[in-house]
């Protein structure tokens, strides 16, 4: 996990110096759907490979998960604003933040869901997942550019990949609840037979 952590966190920040940069720059797709996400992913499993590190003390202070599920909502939801995302391109400092702050989510997100009982994780995922859907087919419908530094035909494809990622996102945590769930029914199988010996 800790080689997968440092080699998403390379990949992402990669996209934000040249030559990559000019991926980002010239493709909305590039920026919103692969730099951005593979920010949340190295977040993520870094909290995963460290979490004495990046959770010891934060613990207590996200009860529920609600602390970090909270952190990582406001952070995605404020890189979702297409002006923030033109900031993004045009000025280093804003591109620092979203590389740092990104970063942040994806720790948050982790520690979020691993303390976060199911119900927490369905009004979490519930609010974010259609958030991100609308915002993928609004700029796929709309005839505006809201993003400046994009055509309008690069914005277009990024909303069609948007409502793609929050579909692909929501079955990957339906997944990941069945698996959650089997080894209760499991155990619960393991009893009724016990009692019925």
């Given at each position: 996990?800790?080689?997968?952590a440092l080699l998403l966190a390379l990949l992402a920040a990669s996209l934000s110096l040249p030559?990559?940069?000019?991926?980002?720059?010239?493709?909305?797709?590039?920026?919103?759907?692969?730099?951005?996400?593979?920010?949340?992913?190295a977040g993520a499993c870094a909290a995963a490979a460290w979490p004495q590190v990046l959770g010891g003390g934060w613990a207590r202070f996200n009860r529920?998960?609600?602390?970090?599920?909270?952190?990582?909502?406001?952070?995605?939801?404020?890189?979702?604003?297409?002006?923030?995302?033109?900031?993004?391109?045009?000025?280093?400092?804003?591109?620092?933040?979203?590389?740092?702050?990104?970063?942040?989510?994806?720790?948050?997100?982790?520690?979020?869901?691993?303390?976060?009982?199911?119900?927490?994780?369905?009004?979490?995922?519930?609010?974010?997942?259609?958030?991100?859907?609308?915002?993928?087919?609004?700029?796929?419908?709309?005839?505006?550019?809201?993003?400046?530094?994009?055509?309008?035909?690069?914005?277009?494809?990024?909303?069609?990949?948007?409502?793609?990622?929050?579909?692909?996102?929501?079955?990957?945590?339906?997944?990941?609840?069945?698996?959650?769930?089997?080894?209760?029914?499991?155990?619960?199988?393991?009893?009724?037979?016990?009692?019925?010996?």
């Amino acid at each position: 996990m800790k080689p997968l952590a440092l080699l998403l966190a390379l990949l992402a920040a990669s996209l934000s110096l040249p030559p990559l940069r000019a991926l980002i720059e010239q493709s909305m797709v590039w920026h919103m759907l692969v730099q951005m996400p593979l920010l949340v992913a190295a977040g993520a499993c870094a909290a995963a490979a460290w979490p004495q590190v990046l959770g010891g003390g934060w613990a207590r202070f996200n009860r529920f998960g609600l602390t970090g599920l909270m952190l990582a909502q406001c952070i995605t939801a404020y890189w979702m604003i297409p002006a923030l995302v033109d900031r993004a391109v045009v000025l280093p400092g804003a591109d620092a933040a979203k590389l740092a702050t990104l970063w942040l989510a994806g720790a948050a997100l982790r520690q979020g869901m691993v303390q976060a009982p199911l119900a927490v994780q369905l009004f979490f995922l519930g609010y974010g997942l259609p958030m991100l859907a609308w915002l993928g087919f609004h700029l796929a419908t709309t005839q505006l550019r809201l993003c400046n530094a994009y055509s309008l035909e690069s914005q277009l494809r990024a909303g069609q990949g948007l409502v793609a990622l929050a579909a692909v996102l929501g079955l990957a945590w339906a997944f990941s609840l069945r698996r959650q769930l089997m080894p209760d029914t499991a155990s619960a199988a393991g009893r009724s037979v016990v009692d019925v010996r």
